[in-house]
Each structure stands twice: as structure tokens, then as C-alpha cells.
């Protein structure tokens, strides 16, 4: 086992264990009560949390300083960074930041359009894009550089992670882009939500195809349906969502006080469906301001209790 | 070419209310094309600015002239022996000839009638599309001729993002996806390996980031 | 068919619609029209595709500027009829002519006169 940072959620991927990460966002407000009162719900049933930044450009508490607090937790945070709003210099200030907190995991992401959030007005940075975000932090941590070539004295020791979407367009370039990210040297993946588990699957097929399932720890990305009408907007309002029609038509079939149960039974079979599938090392349980249940979800897709390492 | 669109009425006359007599500079370039301070919008805007004056009980002289450019001080110094005779100046050239103009009549307030909005190309008449943020440094080559900095809403030089749907940007169903343009032309050229290739992080210090620009050209200059 | 219309009307004849400016009709209400409406063929049937289209989008705008500097856009009105309806055209002049009289002089023309 060839592990290269302290992270505890690379050693359990590479101790061949299925993982489990969830997410939490921040708040909107300083108290920092409410960012660790979501991780208490899930602390025991994952094995890293992923905090949010600004998602859907709505100012939140930071992603570090929320990370910061897990940490003084004892917790695994995955810090995610989007390069939205910070420029190269920020970038690699707060890795160095995070780094001084021993928070060893880090997504790396472009972030939504700030169109989307509560500053429309506001300027976007994108001095780099998630792909270059990932050779930054890369290049930080196994060559001791910082971009400016100048050494850096204790470098960061982050497991670096991106996103993939396996249904946003064109489809084509999908596998390819994964393939660009490995190359940029990306270590684990957490996909986009999962609903269409049969693109999915030939998604994953393609990949493997290529390699790369070998080259990277992929967990498939799963967000449980609270209601028909979560569906119907993530089908029609989110971009890069493929709900199928299948699962908008189950959950409005079950009376509205069932349809939540509904959902976690729906995350609950994919997921069940999902750990068979060749290529799949984990789950990113990305339960969206429901985080009380990710116990029940992971408890019943037997993968409780968590390994300790 | 520069892309500019016409300011509201409402905001001109509020800069040149106090004015007896001004001049509407209109430019024979670039916003003539767009038709936003060509020879004939500045008749519009004089005959409309006098009409609201004259109404608000105010005789104010506005007078009509549009030069083959503004952003050449040949052309600029063809009002030289007007000029003085303004209070004001409107001129409906894009920021560029704005500044030239306020740099050559330096006692005379220059005020902007467009706004000035990208480097682009007319789609069909009324309809024009941004394609450069002049950054100093073309990728072009290497993206199938399509630039990901000027069409990708987050200027990606390594996209599409998890956004693209059906060909369209997530910020607006109505947007084409620059990645999916590129992607589209890198497969008509045969050339989708390219795609795989990953794009260096830009030096953006010929962008904007570096500083007001300049090309300094001693092989033409005199 | 001899058939009356107010001798207020004043005809500027072009070869279509599509000809009219903007600035024309502006200038008019410079000059001291109290109103300028364009007659143009039936949309669909130009001759030159879509000169009236053309013409309603500039009278749309005239309509815009006006209101903004305080000259009713209403004054300025488009209307669309075949040639061989001289009914409608003596029509269309009167109903154009009681418009203008409901809303009055042009304010430019007065203004004008205050001014001289």
C-alpha cells in the first residue's frame, strides 16, 4: 500500500475498503454551532466530510475556517476550493492555511456561476479552471514549489480529489476529461449525483475501458430525493442533472408524507446496486440539508461500521 | 470589431443639461456598423436632445459631426477649430475614441452616449455576439479556432464544466456552451486528441492583470 | 372615387416604407408636425420582403424617443393597407387627424414659438 499523505481517507481507499464520504455546507452566519452540529449527525458513519464552498455562489462561512473547525473536532475534512473566487496567490495561500490545520483532503472545482448566487453582480476570477487547480496542488505537495518556483518550507500533504459529471454534455468527452483530470493528477473523484444509473454504468464501462478505474478512486455521488418535487426541479432547474422519468413517477406515486422515505429507499437500492459495479470505491453521500439521515442510508446499505485505520 | 450600444437619452441629457452648446461627436468605424454613434444616430440623438430641451424651455445649440475615427489623432484634429467653441462634447465612439477625443481637447468635458461592450461580430442585423477579450495571447490554435476565453462563462481553459446541457451554458438556456463548440469543431477537424492535451496555466500579465497594454512596433515606426 | 380627407394631412411620397427613417420623423416633429404616421403595404405583401416590417420597428423606436423627451409617442402610428382600399385610406386620415386634435399641438412647435 503506497499511501502518500496522512490523509485517512486515502489509506482506506488503498486498504481496499469500500469509502464513505458525506458533505456539509456552511452557514450563513458565523456560528460556528451549526456546522458542527451537522457533522455530530454524521461523524461516526463516514470517513471524510466534505464542506462546501460558497455552492451555487451563495456567500456561506468559508470553506476553511468550517474545515478548521472539524478538524479541532477530530474530524477528516475534504476542503473543497473553487476557483471562482480566489486567483493563484489565494489559491495557494489557503492550501498552505488548510495545510497548517493538518486537513489533508481537497477537492478541486471550478464552482457554479456566480449568476446563480446572491452576488449576480459580482466579477468571477477563474485565473485557473479545477483542472489546473488540481496540477497546483500537485505540484505543491510532491515537488515542494510553489507556481512561482520559489520552495516551499513544510509543504501541504493533501489527497487530491475533483468532481466528475458523468451527465452533463457533450457525453463524448466525458471519459476523456476524467482521463485529462488523472493526468493533472487527481487521486479520487467524487461524481456528480447519480440517478441515471444506466449512463452511469456505461460512464463507468468507458472508463474502465481506458484504465482508468485503475488510476483513481472513483465514489459515485448520491443525494436522496426528499420529495416529487425536489425531482421535478432537479430534473428541470439543475444543470448537469439527468433525473429519469422513472424516479420523478415513483416518488409521486407514494402519498407526500412517504415520498422522503421513498427517496432514501430509492439512494438506498442505488447505492445497493451501485457497490457491485466494477470501478466504484466508494460513496459521496451528498444529503442536502437532511444530513440526519446518512446513518440510516449507510447503516442500510451494510456499510456500517466505518473501518478504523 | 468594438461593439458598443446606445446609452439611454435619460442619462445624456442629465450630464450635459447645463450646456448652451455641444457638440454629438459621432465615429465612421466601429459603431457606425453596430449602429450605435454612426452619422445617423448622432441625428437622432441631436434632433431628439434639442426637441427635449427646447421643450424644457432651454435653447440649447447642438451641433452634428462624425469623423472617419476617433481613435486617430488625424481625424480628431479636423474639430480643432470648433472645438473650443463647446461646453461639451458627446461622443458616440466606444470608450476608445471617448479618451482620445478628452486627451486632444484637454479643457473641454468629453462625455460618453454608448456603452461599450465587447470585441465581436454581427450574427445578423441586430444581433451582435462577443468572440475576443483581446487577452493578449491567443489560444486559438489549440481550441479548434473557437476562444474558451471569451465564450466559456468562466473563461475554462480546460472545459467543459459539469454545467454544459445540451450544447447550452448553464447560466442561460439561450447561450451556446463554448466547450461544446470547441468540442464540436475539434471532432470536424479530426482533431480530438488535442482535447486530451491539457492547457498550461495562462499568463494572464498580457491580459487586463498586467496593466494598461501597449505595442510598441519600432519596425514601422518612423 | 373622389373621396375626402382632412387637408391637414400632408403626403411625403416614398417609394416603400422601408425608406423612412427615424430621423425623418423626428425632423418633422422638429419642424412642427403635431403628428407623422406611415401607410405601408400589407405585411406579408412587400415588395422589397419586409420594408414595412423595417418601417414598424422605426416608428416603434420614434414612439420610444418621443416619450422619453416629452412628446407624446402616440403621435407617430403605423398602418399597413392594400392599394386598392382608398376607403380605408380616407379612414385611417381622419382617425390619425382626431387623434392629433385630442392630443393637441406638438409641445416642440410652441415651445418654439416661445422661444423666437
Known sequence: MNVKTPSKLEKILKAGHLAVTSECGPPRGSDPEAIKKKAELIKDHVDGINITDNQTSVTRMCS?????????????????????????????????????????????????????????????????????????????????????????????????????????????????????????????????????????????????????????????????????????YMKNRVPGMDVPDELVKRLAGVPKEKQAQEGIDICVEAIQRLKEMEGVKGFHIMAIEWEEKVPEIVERTGLYPRPKI | MIVADKKPIEEIVEEVKDCDNILILGCNECVTVCEAGGKKEVGILASALRMYFLNQGKDMKIDERTLERQCDQEYLDEIRDIADQYDAIVSL?????????????????????VNTCFLGATEERGLWTERCQACGQCVLARTGGICPVSRCAKRLLNGPCGGSSNGMCEISKELACGWQLIVNRLEALDKMDDYEKIFPIKDWSTDRAGGPRKVVREDVQI | MRLQYPSSVKIIRVPCTGKIDILHILRAFEKGADGVYAVGCMEGDCHYNSGNFRARKRVEQAQKILNTIGVSGERVQMYNLSSSEGPLFAEIAQEMTERIRKLGPNPIKQAMKKAA
Request: glycine fraction near 8%; include cysteine.
Open chain 1, 64 to 232: 476553511l475556517a468550517s474545515c478548521i473547525h472539524l478538524r479541532l473536532m477530530g474530524l477528516e475534512p475534504i476542503l473543497q476550493m473553487v476557483t471562482r473566487d480566489r486567483n493563484r496567490i489565494a489559491l495557494q495561500s489557503d492550501i498552505l492555511g488548510a495545510a497548517s490545520f493538518d486537513i489533508h483532503n481537497m477537492l478541486c472545482l471550478s464552482g457554479d456561476h456566480q449568476s446563480f448566487g446572491d452576488c449576480k453582480q459580482g466579477q468571477n476570477v477563474h485565473d485557473i479552471d479545477s483542472m489546473q487547480l488540481i496540477q497546483t496542488v500537485r505540484y505543491m505537495r510532491d515537488e515542494g514549489k510553489f507556481l512561482g518556483g520559489d520552495d516551499i518550507k513544510r509543504p501541504p500533504n493533501m489527497f487530491v480529489g475533483a468532481a466528475a459529471n458523468p451527465f452533463a454534455d457533450p457525453f463524448e468527452i466525458r471519459v476523456p476529461r476524467l482521463a485529462k483530470k488523472i493526468a493533472a493528477g487527481v487521486e479520487f473523484i467524487q461524481t456528480q449525483c447519480i440517478y441515471n444509473l444506466d449512463k452511469f454504468e456505461e460512464w463507468m464501462r468507458l472508463a474502465r475501458e481506458r484504465g482508468l478505474t485503475e488510476k483513481v478512486f472513483i465514489l459515485a455521488g448520491m443525494t436522496p430525493m426528499k420529495s416529487a418535487g425536489m425531482a421535478k
Open chain 2, 93 to 113: 465612439a466606444c470608450g476608445v475614441g471617448v479618451q482620445f477625443t478628452a486627451e486632444q481637447y484637454h479643457s473641454i468635458p468629453i462625455y460618453p452616449g
